[in-house]
């Protein structure tokens, strides 16, 4: 078991020992005199440590708080102080700076970190800058800076190691961080240490070991596992690893998988999609789950697998209860295959939360009609995240919608059923009364949005 | 001369390369110690029990601190008594911290930290404005301001109306939290450095809790990575504990707040209820209001009553009332005690007032940007004086208005706004504009004062040290563009040295949008000292006896009749030390001419009023109540600028904050007292999302206010409350779901999509108003 990680930091390679493995990046940088990046909040959420990275899937911004150490061995980290080459400014640095971007400052290197990784993606637009928090300036010089073309430069000085992004092992005392390369490594490890615990991206187990402290001691990650970052279409449908994340996601399916794409891109914010995988927003089972409703809706099964061998069940039969599903312990989520329909459907997604962009739903909707030519609903899948233990479909107004015309009547009927359907708490995010009140309302926008479609 | 000049931040490249310094950026003492609340679990206890001892037992947890360690005075109030710094009998809100665990490592302190077995007897909380007032727990006496014959007025007013508002509180969410440093040295005295907006009182505060004369205490501030007014009177207590433990270990100690910390141990701004009755025209025309409020101040009292004097100053906001009563009073309840935040009760008093125009408008049928232009202060004496007696004397509501509407097509789109309505039953736009008068001065006079040290060395090169922090208001900024104009020296001359209390002593905070006014005079006024005395030196050199001929102007000194007669500034510099003149000087500043009697409640509080208007059109969605802002529009009278891109800065980050506040950031506490809107993952601050590309900025052209800095306008504040509009854009949105006109539309705050919702289903269904006059 390696007893040293290795980085490059703003070019120059760190061998690191004694630092515990679940040490966040941030932590270490900070620790060692890196203070340019900033904690706004240790939870992934402000983007003041974003910094850029490159490792086993290219140059990303990251939310460096929520990144242990173990995930980044090998990876070359990037962060503000090190754009300045000569004494020069870096052309996102120059930009901010000039167009009155910073006030504190203490939110530029995230925003600046983020506006350096997106010239590696090409990712235009303010998409990029949705997880950075600014609370002086009202974003718009940060926005105008945003628009000054820069692209990386031909001969890249921030990038220069040749050697090969492979995660490594690496543990500190009976703390261990592994980084397998194969399914088969992964079930071992998995079963040989009882306790240990899988770890993809880490958006959400980066966010728990923060708020509650070091708790596991033994770490598997998922990041380098070849099997689990497949993208295969077959016959049947669409088998998606589980361990993509989702940027790769939005960058691969290329329009395959409409309602999935959509969602993606109202899902938390870039620094969180460059990690966050499939598998762990299922494995998570949060009721409030973005994906789940979505997969629902397409009527998605889940493939898992064991040293035992695998398994498929229906993503409608995997959530078992709040936060529980029928994973058992030394399993792991292969893949999630979104079948073929047979027939174009007609198809919608929401998500409703406080606030526009990077929020975590109050409801979140997914439905998916087939209809006959004579607009006869045929099939009907109904998916609602944030109005039960966990995300769940509205199986009884599904019923209920088969046989019937695709007209305001119908929409009207269902959507009164629906909102009796469930029973939701009311919590900080939003009360009972206005969850149900949506449950119906969003399907009743889906009519209204899509009912010019159909009658053309 | 830099004065006027739209320069970049001056820490501008520092922040993008991420060298700039904030406190807990500062290299690392040996030995230096970290600390760890142990949180209450009650709104309200009493300490039964308290046993520290487990926690150190942790490796690396050196010590603790409690109740037991404070040598001075155990209050953290500025000397107002009522703010226990650690608790000894009783928990007053939720997650207040007990005990401090002092360890080698934060890991360490926690898990120390972890152990402290403190025992509760868990009382009665009070947790609500309704609650505080059924049981009369109050901070004070109510604070009233009366003009004219409210009574009688409302008696013969055509139409009456009454209300309610709630307006919730308002987290801060300043990118850097709380942090102090406190370093021990061997004479006995301590350094903080803290992130504090009121160096002196955070300083006050210390040596009153140590117990030890305020010269043994020195506190700096580097820079602050965002305050808003949260780290006004709220740094104190943290430069308080750093300074405790570092006393009682011998050892550097750094007290940093997590986000999670801050969140729940640092006070936000003030929810306020208040109930309202508005006698008006058939015109619209106001006659008499009377409204009364209540703010939860929380535990302490902390800023609580000048926050309220605020709220019924700027109760009138734009308008002129010619009958008004109003109170305020401040809840005692146990929860963080609230504190300034932008506005500081300004932002609240307005929304009543808006509120009340509204509803006036709605009642009658009327345009509400009519009524609201209609009720303007206008005119000389009467209709241009305050209901606390301050005669408007630049009145500028009706250029800013004016302005506002032209650059925004005010007109055209409305009649756009009506065409898209017509067209879409489930998608409603809305458009509205709304005014800002906000006075500028501290509301408690002799706060109203500056100082300034400014230091010239032998090279020529200028140090400059002000009463001022930097919170990214840009005040470093444009308090050397000050100095350079007024010493006529290049800023590239210049340093600004960090704000530290051994430099300028007994300084304001850096608050009430009045930094640029006051130190800038400060700064100016010692400029002119030192300016005057070398220009004494400089004519010698010349050979002139008329040194007030001379003219400072780009390190060059010459002669105004003469401009070839000239020398160096930097020559003048070496000549005046070797004449033995002195190469440094302070400054300092009081505003003129105010006063206010309490008593009387009149006077004239204000130095000036700043005024701004804005436009905005919103979208909402009528089966989810959420709403998309389209675009925003704003006039701001910031005077003659002394920098354009700062201000521009100011007033677009201002808006946003406000529309924050009345859109998306709800405070909430639970039936337990315990705040649970606690981090980010469920407190929503605005993101570049919520923005609109179309954002139009304009600073009112040729306003240079007299009396001012350079003719200069306080800006920090008074753009906030521009977010109004985004309320009143949503409300005329929900308004045209209406299957008729509604004579009234009421909607809950903050305007969340749950809130929009509700108020467009009442709207759909309306239930009829109360006929006028009953
Ligand atoms: C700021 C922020 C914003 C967010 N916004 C959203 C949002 O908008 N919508 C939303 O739905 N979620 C959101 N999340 C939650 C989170 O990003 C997702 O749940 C994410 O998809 C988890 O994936 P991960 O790879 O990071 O999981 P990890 O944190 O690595 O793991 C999560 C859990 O899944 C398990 N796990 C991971 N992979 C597998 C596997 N292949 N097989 C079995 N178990 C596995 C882990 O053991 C762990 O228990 C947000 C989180 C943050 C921090
Ligand atoms: S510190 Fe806020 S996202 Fe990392
Ligand atoms: S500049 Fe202060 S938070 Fe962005």
Redesign the interface.
């Known amino acids: 078991m390696a007893q040293s990680l290795r980085v490059w930091i703003n070019g120059s390679e760190e061998r690191i020992s004694g630092v515990a493995p679940t040490t966040m990046l941030l932590d270490y940088l900070r620790a060692s005199?890196r203070?340019?990046?900033?904690e706004?909040?240790?939870?992934g959420?402000?983007g003041?440590c974003t910094v850029a990275v490159r490792g086993e899937r290219g140059v990303q911004a990251v939310n460096s708080c929520i990144v242990p150490l173990g995930a980044v061995s090998n990876y070359e980290i990037v962060?503000?102080?090190g754009?300045?080459r000569n004494g020069v400014?870096h052309p996102v640095?120059?930009a901010?700076?000039?167009a009155?971007?910073?006030?504190?400052?203490?939110?530029?290197?995230g925003f600046?970190m983020s506006l350096f990784a997106a010239q590696y993606s090409g990712e235009r637009g303010?998409g990029v800058?949705?997880g950075?928090?600014?609370?002086?300036?009202?974003?718009?010089?940060?926005?105008e800076a945003a628009r000054s073309p820069s692209a990386p430069a031909a001969d890249d000085p921030y990038f220069t190691s040749t050697q090969p992004a492979e995660a490594a092992d690496y543990s500190v005392g009976d703390e261990h961080f592994f980084s397998p390369r194969s399914l088969k490594g992964a079930l071992e490890l998995l079963s040989l240490h009882p306790g240990a615990k899988p770890i993809a991206g880490g958006t959400d187990v980066g966010v728990e070991l923060n708020?509650v402290?070091?708790r596991n001691a033994v770490l598997v990650s998922l990041a380098g596992v070849p099997e689990l970052r497949r993208l295969t279409e077959t016959a049947a449908g669409l088998e998606l690893g589980g361990a993509l994340t989702l940027s790769e996601l939005e960058a691969r399916l290329g329009g395959r998988v409409p309602l999935l794409e959509t969602m993606l891109r109202s899902f938390a914010?870039r620094q969180i999609r460059n990690r966050a995988t499939l598998a762990g927003n299922l494995a998570t089972a949060s009721p409030v789950g973005d994906l789940a409703p979505v997969l629902l809706a397409c009527g998605a099964r889940v493939k898992l697998v064991s040293l035992g061998g695998e398994r498929t069940v229906a993503l409608s039969d995997f959530f078992t209860g709040y936060r529980t599903t029928v994973q058992r312990p030394g399993e792991l989520i292969a893949s999630v295959t979104v079948p073929k329909p047979d027939a174009p459907r007609l198809e919608a997604v929401?998500k409703?939360?406080?606030?526009?962009?990077?929020?975590?739903s109050?409801v979140a909707a997914a439905f998916s009609l087939e209809l006959k030519a004579d607009k006869i609903v045929t099939s009907a899948r109904l998916a609602y995240g944030g109005v039960a233990a966990t995300p769940v479909r509205a199986l009884e107004v599904e019923q209920f919608l088969i046989g019937r015309p695709w007209t305001e009547r119908t929409a009207a009927e269902a959507a009164g059923r629906l909102r009796g359907l469930f029973t939701p708490l009311s919590d900080?995010?939003?009360?009972a009364e206005?969850r149900r009140?949506?449950v119906g309302?969003?399907f009743?926008?889906f009519f209204?949005e899509h009912s010019a479609e159909v009658a053309a | 001369m830099s004065a006027g000049k739209p320069l970049p931040h001056e820490s501008a490249a520092a922040h993008v390369q991420g060298t700039a310094r904030y406190t807990d950026d500062q290299p690392r003492f040996a030995g230096m110690l970290s600390a760890w609340p142990v949180l209450a679990p009650y709104a309200h206890a009493r300490i039964t029990g308290l046993d520290t001892a487990p926690a150190l037992t942790v490796p690396g947890v050196v010590s603790v601190l409690d109740y037991r360690d404070v040598p001075g005075e155990n209050d953290s109030s500025a000397h107002k008594g009522d703010e226990t710094l650690l608790p000894e009998t009783h928990v007053m809100f939720h997650k207040q911290a007990v005990v401090w665990i002092l360890a080698e490592s934060d890991a360490a302190a926690r898990t120390g930290a972890a152990l402290v077995q403190i025992s509760y007897e868990p009382l009665t909380p009070i947790l609500s404005v309704e609650e505080a007032i059924a049981r009369g727990s109050f901070h004070a006496a109510p604070q009233t301001l009366t003009r004219g014959d409210p009574e009688g007025a409302m008696n013969e007013a055509a139409y009456r109306l009454s209300g309610e508002l709630f307006v919730g509180g308002q987290d801060h969410f300043y990118l850097e939290t709380h942090v102090s440093w406190a370093v021990p040295e061997p004479d006995g005295s301590v350094h903080i450095t803290s992130s504090t907006q009121h160096p002196s009182e955070t300083q006050g505060v210390v040596a009153n809790v140590l117990g030890v004369p305020a010269h043994q205490v020195t506190v700096t501030c580097l820079r602050m990575g965002g305050a808003f007014g949260g780290k006004e009177s709220q740094a104190a207590p943290y430069a308080a504990l750093a300074a405790l433990a570092a006393r009682k270990t011998g050892r550097p100690v750094r007290v940093r707040l997590r986000r999670e910390h801050d969140m729940v141990l640092t006070g936000k701004r003030h929810p306020f209820w208040g109930c309202y009755e508005v006698g008006f025209s058939s015109e619209g025309l106001l006659g008499a209001v009377r409204l009364e409020l209540y703010s939860d101040g929380g535990f302490s009292s902390d800023l609580s009553m000048p926050v309220m004097s605020r709220a019924l100053f700027h109760a009138d906001n734009a308008y002129f009332v010619p009958h008004l009563h109003v109170s305020g009073r401040v809840c005692k309840t146990h929860k963080v005690s609230q504190t300034a935040f932008r506005g500081f009760g300004g932002p609240q008093g307005m929304v009543f007032c808006e509120e009340i125009m509204d509803r006036v408008a709605r009642h009658l049928g009327l345009a509400p940007e009519g009524v609201r232009a209609r009720n303007f202060y206008r005119g000389n004496g009467e209709t241009a004086t305050t209901h606390y007696g301050q005669e408007i004397i630049d009145n500028r509501l009706g250029r800013v208005w004016h302005d506002v509407l032209k650059a925004s097509d005010f007109a055209e789109r409305k009649a756009d706004v009506a065409a898209f309505n017509a067209g879409h039953p489930h998608t409603k736009r809305g458009l509205a504009v709304t005014p800002v008068k906000f006075g500028v001065s501290f509301n408690n006079t002799p706060m109203n004062q500056a100082g300034a040290l400014v230091l010239i060395y032998l090279d020529g090169s200028v140090g400059l040290n002000h009463g001022g922090t930097e919170m990214g208001q840009g005040l470093y900024t444009k308090m050397l563009q000050v100095a350079s104009s007024a010493l006529g020296v290049p800023l590239a001359q210049f340093r600004t040295l960090p704000t530290a209390t051994d430099k300028v002593p007994n300084t304001s905070p850096t608050a009430a949008s009045s930094g640029a006014d006051l130190n800038g005079q400060a700064v100016r006024s010692a400029c002119e000292t030192l300016k005057a005395r070398l220009a004494g030196v400089a004519a010698k050199l010349l050979g002139l006896s008329a040194p007030e001929d001379l003219v400072f102007e780009g390190g060059v000194v010459y002669c105004r009749f003469q401009p070839s007669l000239r020398v160096l500034f930097i020559d003048v510099v070496r000549q005046a030390y070797l004449a033995q003149v002195p190469l440094f000087a302070t400054g300092f500043y009081r505003t003129p001419n105010l006063h206010f009697n309490a008593e009387t409640g009149k006077g004239r509080p204000f130095h000036y009023f700043a005024y701004g208007a804005a436009v905005s059109e919103v979208e909402v969605d009528g089966f989810t109540g959420e709403f998309r802002l389209r675009r925003v529009d704003i006039v701001e009278d910031a005077g003659a600028s002394l920098n354009p891109l700062v201000d521009k800065g100011q007033i677009e980050g201002g808006f946003v904050q406000g529309m924050g506040w009345l859109t998306m950031e709800e405070t909430l506490w639970d039936a337990s007292g315990r705040f649970v809107t606690n981090a980010p993952s469920v407190y929503k601050i605005p993101t570049i999302a919520d923005v609109p590309e179309d954002f139009n900025v304009t600073l009112l052209p040729r306003a240079a206010q007299e009396g001012v800095i350079y003719g200069s306008k306080a800006v920090g504040e008074p753009p906030l409350m521009l977010a109004l509009s985004v309320r009143e854009a949503i409300r005329e949105a929900v308004s045209a779901f209406a299957p008729e006109v509604p004579r009234r539309v009421e909607l809950a705050l903050p305007a969340t999509p749950e809130a929009i919702l509700r108020a467009v289903d009442a709207v759909r269904t309306p239930t009829r108003e109360p006929v006028p006059g009953d």
């Open positions: 005199g203070v340019g990046t900033k706004g909040c240790a939870e959420d402000c003041a962060t503000a102080e754009l300045v400014l640095q120059e901010l700076a000039r009155g971007g910073s006030q504190c400052g203490y939110c530029t290197p600046v303010d800058l949705e950075n928090l600014c609370r002086c300036t009202g974003y718009l010089p940060i926005r708020k402290g070091r914010a929401y409703v939360g406080k606030r526009g962009a990077d929020d975590i109050t900080l995010r939003g009360s206005y009140a949506l309302n969003l009743e926008k209204y």
